[in-house]
């Protein structure tokens, strides 16, 4: 889980890196125009899902400012990571590291 965690993270960044250079070199064609409108989309539901997310939980979960601002970035899988880090118990390999000791 986690190493999918992490690719789709890496292919997300892929999107964001190819979003952000068409904002400073823009692409020739419509092709500009159909990925400022998917720029703007993409920030502003990842932003309403940051809020959304920190109004439910913000006062439950101890975040980092690298965490909250994830959510931004990444979407879905950021909140999956936050899910398995703060709110899921430990996994079965941590809990038998934990009673062998």
Do not use: C
């Not at 999107?15 to 692409?27: Q, R, Y």
């Not at 959304?52 to 970035?73: M, N, Q, R, V």
């Not at 398995?84 to 009673?99: F, I, R, V």
């Amino acid at each position: 889980m986690k190493a999918l965690l992490m690719l789709a993270k890496i292919a997300f960044g892929f999107v964001w890196f190819v979003l952000i250079l068409n904002i400073f070199h823009p692409f020739p064609g419509k092709g500009a125009i159909a990925l400022y409108i998917m720029t703007a989309f993409l920030f502003l539901m990842h932003g309403v899902q940051m809020a959304i997310f920190l109004g439910a939980f913000g006062d439950k979960l101890k975040l980092g400012t690298w965490e909250k601002y994830s959510i931004l970035a990444f979407g879905i899988f950021a909140l999956l990571d936050i899910r398995q880090k703060h709110m899921m118990g430990p996994t079965p390999d941590k809990a038998e590291d934990t009673e062998n000791k």
